[in-house]
C-alpha cells in the first residue's frame, strides 16, 4: 500500500508540473502584449506565461502595443502563422526557425519614424513560409532563408524602401546591400526551379538592385561598399561627437517612439551633438550621407 501511495503522489507531482510548465518572457512590454491580447491567462507581469496559454496561439499582432525590445518566449508558439512585430523596438536578429507553421512575417519599420531596427531575419526551417513583409527597416543586412534540404517555394518578399544604398560607381547588377541566404543562389538569380515563383519587391528609386542572393552572405565588400561613422562617448552624458569615412549632408535624431528630437543639415564627417536637453534612454542617429546612404546607430543618453 505504501508503493501505491508513494507512486500516486509522484504521479500527481508529474501531472501538476505538465500542468505548471511555463515560459520565460523577460521583456515587461511583450508580456504586457500577451496580455492586452488576452493570452497571459494569469494577467500579471511577472516574467513567465503558462506554456499552454500559447499552444493555440496563430495569429499574434504586437504592431503598436508597446517598446517590445526582446521576443524571447516566441519560440514556444508552436502553432504560429501569421506574426506581425511592425513599429515595435526589436533589433539585432529576429529569429523565428522554431516556429516551423509561419506563413506570414510582417515587420515594417515605419520609414523615417525609425523603432524597428532589425539586423538579421532568421527564417531557415520554415517549410510553410509565404510572405515576408518587411519594408522600411533601415537596419536590414541579410535573411537567412536556406535549408538543408530545398528551399521554399512561392514566397513574397517586400524589402522596400531601404536605406543603404549602393555607391553610384557600381557596375554589378546584382551587387545590393541586403544578402538573403538561400541554398541555389545562382538559380534565386535566374528565377529558376523553387525561385521561379518568388517576387522581391525592392525600392524602385534605385537603379540597382537592394539585395543579393547568396549561400553563405558573407559579403563581398568590392560589390558594395557602406559608408561608416563612429558615436563616442556612448553611453553619452553631456555630448556625443560623430566622426564619419564619408561627408555628412544631414543628421537625424529620434527617442524609442519614433519621435524626431533633432534634426541639422552639415556638410561635415565631424559633427558634435549637445545631448543635454534630450533625457537619459535610447536614441536613435540617422546620417544621410553625400555619396546617397544612410546609416543609423544606437545611443544610450545615461
Not at 500577451?34 to 493555440?56: K, Y
Not at 519587391?201 to 560589390?223: H, V
Not at 535610447?282 to 546607430?297: P, R, S
Amino acid at each position: 500500500m505504501k508503493k501505491l501511495y508513494t507512486l500516486v503522489f509522484f504521479l500527481s507531482l508529474f501531472t501538476f508540473t505538465l500542468q505548471a510548465q511555463t515560459t520565460l518572457i523577460p521583456d515587461a512590454n511583450f508580456e504586457q502584449a500577451l496580455i492586452d491580447l488576452g493570452i497571459d491567462s494569469d494577467a500579471e507581469i511577472n516574467g513567465q506565461v503558462l506554456t499552454s496559454d500559447l499552444e493555440n496561439v496563430t495569429d499574434l499582432d504586437l504592431s503598436n502595443l508597446g517598446l517590445i525590445e526582446d521576443l524571447t518566449g516566441i519560440e514556444d508558439f508552436h502553432n504560429l502563422e501569421n506574426l506581425d512585430v511592425s513599429m515595435t523596438s526589436l533589433s539585432g536578429e529576429l529569429d523565428l526557425s522554431t516556429n516551423t507553421n509561419l506563413t506570414h512575417l510582417t515587420a515594417i519599420g515605419g520609414g523615417d519614424n525609425i523603432v524597428l531596427m532589425i539586423e538579421k531575419i532568421t527564417l531557415n526551417n520554415n517549410p510553410n513560409l509565404e510572405q515576408i513583409i518587411a519594408p522600411e527597416i533601415y537596419t536590414l543586412e541579410q535573411i537567412d532563408l536556406r535549408t538543408d534540404d530545398e528551399d521554399v517555394s512561392d514566397l513574397l518578399i517586400d524589402i522596400s524602401i531601404i536605406a543603404f544604398k549602393l555607391t553610384p560607381n557600381s557596375t554589378e547588377a546584382s551587387s545590393g546591400n541586403i544578402c538573403i541566404q538561400v541554398t541555389q543562389p545562382d538559380l534565386a538569380e535566374s528565377g529558376e526551379g523553387v525561385y521561379s515563383n518568388w517576387v522581391v519587391i525592392t525600392d524602385e528609386s534605385t537603379e540597382f538592385n537592394d539585395y543579393f542572393f547568396s549561400e553563405t552572405c558573407t559579403l563581398n565588400t568590392t560589390a558594395f561598399e557602406k559608408s561608416e561613422f563612429q558615436l563616442y562617448p556612448n553611453p553619452a552624458r553631456n555630448q556625443v561627437q560623430i566622426n564619419a569615412s564619408e561627408m555628412v549632408n544631414e543628421v537625424k535624431v529620434f527617442d524609442v517612439s519614433g519621435k524626431l528630437i533633432h534634426r541639422q543639415t552639415t556638410n561635415n564627417q565631424s559633427i558634435v551633438l549637445s545631448t543635454q536637453d534630450w533625457g537619459k534612454g535610447m536614441y536613435l542617429i540617422n546620417l544621410f550621407f553625400a555619396n546617397g546612404q544612410q546609416i543609423n546607430k544606437k545611443l544610450i543618453v545615461d
